[in-house]
């Protein structure tokens, strides 16, 4: 019932930027927060950045003052903006949008992951 499509990963050099997209579509009422987490190798997934209706943004440490999330709600859009990446930020990237759909229930979603990987 809902759809995602993520985009924007890649290979970067240490100090680089990747933005990152993810849309979701289908028979959504109302998305209330839009997460990114990423999954390293032989890593439990952590939360990067969350993201909530209103615009209240909160970061995992390690990406504070080096990432940014952002929302188009009218696209029920997010972004994960990445500056200055460093090799411990190569990862798998997944976007987990959760609010309610059309018929009334609550929903959670992931998106199917983009690889993101910085070279030192």
């Known amino acids: 019932q809902v759809q995602l499509v993520e985009s924007g990963g890649g290979l970067v050099q240490a100090g680089g930027s990747l933005r990152l997209s993810c849309a979701a579509s289908?028979?959504?009422?109302?998305?209330?927060?839009m997460g990114w987490y990423r999954q390293a190798p032989g890593k439990q997934r952590e939360l990067v950045a969350v993201?909530?209706?209103?615009?209240?943004?909160n970061y995992a440490d390690p990406v504070k003052g080096r990432f940014t999330i952002s929302r188009d709600n009218a696209k029920n859009t997010a972004y994960l903006q990445m500056n200055s990446l460093k090799p411990e930020d190569t990862a798998v990237y997944y976007c987990?949008?959760?609010?309610?759909?059309?018929?009334?229930?609550?929903?959670?979603?992931w998106g199917q992951g983009t690889q993101v990987t910085v070279s030192s």
């Open positions: 987990n949008p959760q609010g309610v759909l059309t018929g009334g229930s609550h929903f959670t979603s």
């Open positions: 993201i909530t209706s209103g615009g209240s943004t």
């Open positions: 289908g028979s959504i009422f109302a998305i209330r927060t």
